[in-house]
């Protein structure tokens, strides 16, 4: 945890290139953030890029964000994630989401979603971004999955720390189609082994 006079610092791994998701983290209400872009992915998937932003050592942050290139942030959206660090401090704070818009075919719709509980989890596909602790964070991404790597990370967290679910709406998401079969298929098979 910062010390009182210090903001936390908070380093935004936005994979993929998008001009407005890009605009969107420089235009955060909190300013104590910093951007570590994947501008030329050299083939990298998104689990292996958002590892390699929490091994750079450059990056030590309080909290990463790691976001998909078709996630554009609210301007308060790392404010209130901060906040809920902060608000935690008690307590051991892992990880958050929030509630979000899900723009699909030109249709916008509000997703809402539950407090942190993994049964419940396991029926629903979490969001394509997550906040993490910097001080529990490790390489938490799968390097295997395609999809799901939100999901696993997420479950990985709740293991040893909280997970907070912030009751807003603090993102849009343009989404694409994605085939999550495989990735059900790989997750299937780490459990019986």
């Known amino acids: 945890m910062p010390e009182?006079?210090?903001?936390?610092k908070v380093v935004v791994a936005l994979y993929g290139h998008n001009d407005d998701a890009i605009k969107a983290v420089e235009n955060q209400t909190y300013k104590n953030t910093s951007l570590y872009l994947d501008v030329a992915s050299n083939g990298r998937?998104?689990?292996?890029?958002?590892?390699d932003a929490i091994s750079d050592k450059t990056n030590d942050a309080?909290?990463?964000?790691?976001?998909?290139?078709?996630?554009?942030l609210s301007p308060k959206c790392i404010e209130e994630v901060v906040n809920k660090?902060?608000?935690?401090?008690?307590?051991?704070?892992?990880?958050?989401y929030s509630d979000y818009s899900l723009v699909q075919d030109n249709i916008e719709s509000n997703q809402y979603y539950f407090s942190y509980n993994l049964k419940r989890l396991k029926?629903?596909?979490?969001?394509?971004?997550?906040?993490?602790?910097?001080?529990?964070?490790?390489?938490?991404?799968n390097?295997?999955?395609?999809?799901l790597y939100y999901y696993d990370a997420l479950v990985k967290v709740g293991m040893?720390?909280?997970?907070?679910h912030i009751p807003k709406k603090l993102m849009t998401i343009y989404n694409t189609p994605k085939d999550?079969?495989?990735?059900i298929q790989r997750l299937s098979n780490n459990v019986r082994s």
């Open 4 to 8: 009182q006079n210090n903001k936390p």
């Open 45 to 51: 998937t998104a689990p292996t890029f958002f590892n």
């Open 62 to 72: 309080d909290i990463y964000a790691f976001i998909d290139e078709n996630c554009i």
């Open 85 to 96: 660090y902060l608000w935690s401090e008690d307590q051991f704070f892992g990880a958050c």
């Open 123 to 141: 029926q629903n596909i979490i969001n394509p971004y997550i906040f993490v602790n910097g001080q529990i964070v490790t390489r938490i991404f």
């Open 143 to 147: 390097e295997q999955l395609d999809t």
């Open 160 to 164: 040893n720390a909280m997970i907070y």
């Open 180 to 183: 999550i079969q495989k990735d």
